[in-house]
Nanobody, 122 residues
Framework: VQLQAYGGGLVQAGGSLRLSCAAS????????RAWFRQAPGKERELVAA????????YYAASVKGRFTISRDNAKNTMYLQMNSLKPEDTAVYYC????????????????WGQGTQVTVSS
């Protein structure tokens, strides 16, 4: 499985971006796909996750109500719509696939995209 994340960029506070994560190769259900982010000097943190088969979603408290995770089965692609962006959302965003027992346990994700930089200016 290979993941390609794209869609990052520079945006002003209050703006929006949509990240995409295209997967190639065989993936098996049930499986979780997630977005993580890592800011300089900070640990990688879970942003949002979706269970591909049942479409159960999870959001970190810091992004709930502003970010939306979605999918396109036909394109085998996951999205992260980010609205009302804040400077503290600045980070490298990664997509990942795995079968974690806990969504936030990034060590249990098997496949990772290369990361896409999101910078929010104040």
């Amino acid at each position: 499985v290979q993941l390609q994340a794209y869609g990052g960029g520079l945006v002003q506070a209050g703006g929006s971006l949509r990240l995409s994560c295209a997967a190639s190769g065989r993936t098996f259900s049930p499986i979780t796909r997630a977005w993580f982010r890592q800011a300089p000097g900070k640990e990688r943190e879970l942003v949002a996750a979706v269970t591909w088969g049942s479409y159960i979603t999870y959001y970190a408290a810091s992004v709930k109500g502003r970010f939306t995770i979605s999918r396109d089965n036909a394109k085998n692609t996951m999205y992260l719509q980010m609205n009302s962006l804040k400077p503290e959302d600045t980070a490298v965003y990664y997509c990942a696939i795995g079968n974690p027992s806990v969504y936030a346990n990034y060590g249990q994700y098997n496949y990772w995209g290369q990361g896409t930089q999101v910078t929010v200016s104040s």
